[in-house]
């Protein structure tokens, strides 16, 4: 298929590829070794299709989502002292038995969860982190990013959006190239945004402003699982 993401330059590609390279999960968890990680809700896993949005805000898709399928499970996930408590305040409050949040930083929670239990994973506008010192900080470069697919079920679909060309472009390439995932996912849209109405409250703010954003969804090969 075609993108309308280039690939990226060679020396992007080089550092990408040495990040890659050194990237030691366990290690990098080490830092959470003495936190508390919330359990998996078991009602979440109650449910056959499942989705999560990491990184989810004030929850704003997923509420939408959760009222217009009620027989799919949906789980939020944000760290921010906002968004996150006030994402679960309004969970509670829409009380929908098939709606789940929470609180905490998503990286030790994520690495936590079982694999392939997963049909739809969301990345709603993550943290570019431009500067060149930080971008070991995209998923794009991340430990966790090979633990991104093995949470998905064969043929669950992963799907990203930013306002930064740069970063649509390095997650397009990660997923294709990254020696941990390459051959296990098929790009199945890349291009602009299909949502006409916002779906999360940054989405709705750079639509009301004309702000470009892009759109990415990978699916999971049904061969054999990610380890």
């Known amino acids: ?22 990237n030691d999960l366990e290690r990098y968890l ?8 919330p359990q998996l809700p078991a009602g979440f896993l109650a449910f056959a299709h499942r989705t999560c949005d990491v990184g989810c805000g004030f929850g704003r898709f997923l509420i939408e989502e959760s009222a217009k ?61 431009w500067p060149s010192k930080h971008r070991r900080k995209r998923w794009s470069y991340h430990p966790l990013l090979p633990k991104l697919i093995a949470l998905l079920k064969p043929g ?17 390439y990660a997923l294709s190239h990254h020696p941990e995932i390459a051959g296990r996912l098929t790009p199945t849209y890349s291009g602009e945004i299909r949502a006409r109405v916002g779906r999360t409250h940054f989405e709705a703010k750079f639509m009301a402003e004309g702000t470009p ?10 061969g054999k699982p990610l380890d």
């Open 1 to 22: 298929m075609t993108t309308l993401f280039p690939t990226p330059d060679a020396a992007t590609r080089e550092a990408m590829h040495k990040a890659w390279s050194r």
């Open 30 to 37: 080490a830092r959470w070794a003495h936190a508390t990680v």
């Open 69 to 129: 399928h009620p027989d799919r499970g949906y789980l939020g996930i944000d760290k921010g002292s906002l968004r996150g408590g006030k994402m679960l305040t309004r969970f509670e409050a829409i009380g929908h038995a098939n709606l789940f949040g929470i609180h905490t930083n998503a990286i030790p929670f994520l690495a936590a969860m079982p694999n392939a239990v997963l049909d739809v994973l969301t990345l709603f506008y993550p943290n570019p982190w």
């Open 156 to 172: 669950g679909t992963i799907l990203l959006t930013s306002n930064e060309g740069f970063y649509l472009s390095e997650w397009t």
């Open 213 to 222: 954003c892009g759109e990415v969804v990978f699916q999971k090969s049904s």
